[in-house]
């Protein structure tokens, strides 16, 4: 079974530009979450969609980004315009019940590294 | 509001011993879930257990075994004679259930991660 896939692997920009991440989840997966892991913390969720609405936003900061989960499989999020503080790792994850409840294993993609200079 | 704390930022050890990573969380919920990820230099965070608020057992699975305690707040992980595979960044999370409208909440809350490092 493919795991959780992400694209680009990295990613370097310079302040103030815009970068798109992408994210297919495992096949059949209902819950679709986005990440943002800085150097030497743990991962913050941005997103959690559950199909294609958003169950959780409230701690994605909408001023500069966005995501969307079109037709409840495959999701973008985009940074418009970064920020050095943009700098990290963006991982996204899937998780198979649609009811989005706290005992769901979520699984990972590799995540994609953005550099903001 | 959760909280996870992984006191230990940095541990090494030499192939073959064994070694504990300490968890201690905080949380309101009555039901709840534990779990421990691995994430390796590539990078994706890699499922190794989850344990719900009422299963109190330890479990074993090879060479790694959890300790819950309910009482002191912890879910410790121990790696018995450990290899320089084992070198990673293990994580601790916890996933409350937010009864509130009678709903389910799944939002998982990741400590800050201990950097393990296996040396031949």
């Known amino acids: 079974e493919a795991g959780v896939a992400q694209s680009p692997r990295y990613k370097i920009i310079e302040k103030r530009q815009s970068v798109a991440f992408w994210c297919n989840p495992i096949?059949?997966?209902?819950?679709l979450y986005w990440y943002q892991q800085i150097l030497g913390q743990g991962p913050k969720l941005l997103i959690q969609?559950?199909?294609?609405?958003?169950?959780?936003d409230s701690q994605l900061p909408k001023d500069r980004f966005s995501a969307e989960r079109l037709k409840g499989v495959d999701s973008t999020l985009k940074i418009q315009p970064a920020k050095l503080e943009d700098s990290a790792v963006y991982l996204c994850?899937?998780?198979?019940?649609?009811?989005?409840?706290?005992?769901?294993?979520?699984?990972f993609g590799a995540g994609t590294r953005l550099s903001v200079l | 509001a959760q909280k996870v704390t992984q006191a230990q930022t940095e541990i090494s050890v030499v192939e073959k011993e064994d070694v504990t990573l300490d968890c201690v969380y905080e949380?309101?919920?009555?039901?709840?879930?534990l779990f421990w990820y691995k994430q390796p230099p590539s990078g994706e965070l890699v499922f190794l257990i989850r344990?719900?608020?009422?299963?109190?057992q330890n479990e074993i699975s090879g060479r790694y075994s959890w300790n819950f305690q309910k009482s002191t707040s912890s879910f410790n992980f121990t790696i018995t004679a450990s290899q320089v595979v084992d070198s990673a960044v293990y994580f601790c999370?916890?996933?409350?259930?937010?009864?509130?409208?009678?709903?389910?909440?799944?939002?998982?809350?990741f400590g800050q991660g201990t950097i393990l490092t296996v040396h031949p």
């Open positions: 969609f559950q199909n294609n609405g958003v169950v959780d």
């Open positions: 096949s059949g997966h209902a819950t």
């Open positions: 344990r719900n608020s009422f299963d109190e």
């Open positions: 949380t309101r919920d009555t039901t709840y879930y």
């Open positions: 994850a899937s998780s198979l019940d649609g009811r989005g409840v706290a005992k769901n294993i979520q699984y």
């Open positions: 999370a916890l996933n409350g259930v937010s009864n509130a409208g009678g709903t389910s909440y799944g939002k998982l809350t």
